[in-house]
């Protein structure tokens, strides 16, 4: 029997510790987990506050989840209805190799999941590939739209490159995950200050790599492919939403420079670049970020009150 195979199942017995852990943790913040088919995709997604709020659809980075935003949603609860999902091929979502998880059909099937769930309109976030997919889909639908939030989004071109920018248009996976060192070099590429992680967490976060490794290769070279052949970068002067863009002064994935490249073309847009965060500002900084996003969308407004039958 193959030593990854000896190892995926020693750790099943944690990992059915660990999703058990995890729901309490969820339903204790006021998220619950929902899982609903629409067309080919069955989505999974955290939902959480009152069902009459204003929608805040909050979209997590490659090879994250819906919980990416577990210490972050619960902010928000109080005031507005909150959904998290995971894309497809991510996630509690369908994870099928033979799906194009290109950004274009991405957007495609956001718009069908939040048909679903009834939103209209709604204020959409997406952190990395997340805000990538958010930024496309205000291009695509933007009346559907209330705000738009950025949190170090990919799909767009800065004056700079991070020297992992530089690789991937080499046509390089740096972040691709193999053994614990690549899983330790990862995190310091992505939080700038990286938190203890137990041992025993590491070996199950590289377990569910290894399970569904080439699939992510396969989406890691679809989402390449978009960002170096289809760029948002001269579009970015057709956004009409209020549009916030956060970001972490010492992000090693996506350059800094960004940030500003995209403020100074999205008209009347908002740029709150934190110091000491990295790639992952919801995470690193949830209170300060999330104090942040709410004043936004406070200054944003209320859903206008829409007459007659249009």
């Known amino acids: 029997m193959p030593f990854s195979t000896l190892t995926d199942l020693a ?10 852990t ?8 006021g998220l619950a987990t929902r899982r609903q088919p629409v067309d080919d995709i069955e989505w999974a997604w955290l939902e959480g506050g009152t069902p009459d709020g204003e929608p805040l659809v909050l979209l997590h980075g490659f090879s994250g989840s819906k919980d990416n935003w577990l210490f972050y949603a619960p902010q928000f609860v109080g005031d507005y209805r909150v959904i998290c999902p995971d894309l497809p091929g991510f996630g509690g979502s369908t994870r099928d190799p033979d799906n194009d998880h290109g950004i274009a059909p991405q957007v495609e099937r956001l718009a069908a999941f939040l048909d679903m769930l009834g939103i209209e309109r709604c204020h959409l976030g997406g952190n990395s590939l997340g805000g990538f997919v958010a930024l496309a889909f205000a291009l695509e639908y933007p009346d559907r739209l209330l705000s738009l939030s950025l949190f170090n989004n990919a799909g767009v071109n800065g004056p700079e490159k991070t020297a992992l920018q530089d690789a991937m248009v080499a046509g390089k996976n740096p972040i691709r995950l193999e053994s614990r060192r690549d899983l ?4 310091a590429l992505v939080i700038h200050r990286p938190p203890y992680i137990p041992l025993l967490v590491k070996y199950l976060i590289l377990a569910e790599h290894r399970r569904h490794g080439a699939l992510l290769d396969h989406i890691f070279g679809q ?6 052949e289809r760029p ?33 073309r999205i008209p009347g847009s908002e740029l709150v670049v934190f110091d000491d965060v ?16 709410r004043a936004f969308l406070e200054r944003v407004g209320p859903l206008p009150a ?3 039958a249009g």
């Open 11 to 20: 750790l099943d017995a944690p990992r059915t510790a660990a999703k058990f």
């Open 22 to 29: 995890l729901q309490a943790m969820r339903l204790s913040l």
């Open 184 to 187: 330790d070099r990862l995190l």
């Open 223 to 228: 989402v390449i492919s978009d960002a170096l």
């Open 232 to 264: 948002l970068d001269d579009r970015l002067g057709e956004i009409r939403v209020p549009t916030i863009i956060f970001w972490g002064e010492h992000d090693r994935l996506l350059h800094v420079s960004a940030a500003t490249f995209q403020h100074e």
């Open 278 to 293: 990295g790639h992952v500002p919801m995470i690193e900084r949830p209170c300060v970020t999330a104090a942040r996003h």
């Open 306 to 308: 829409r007459g007659g």
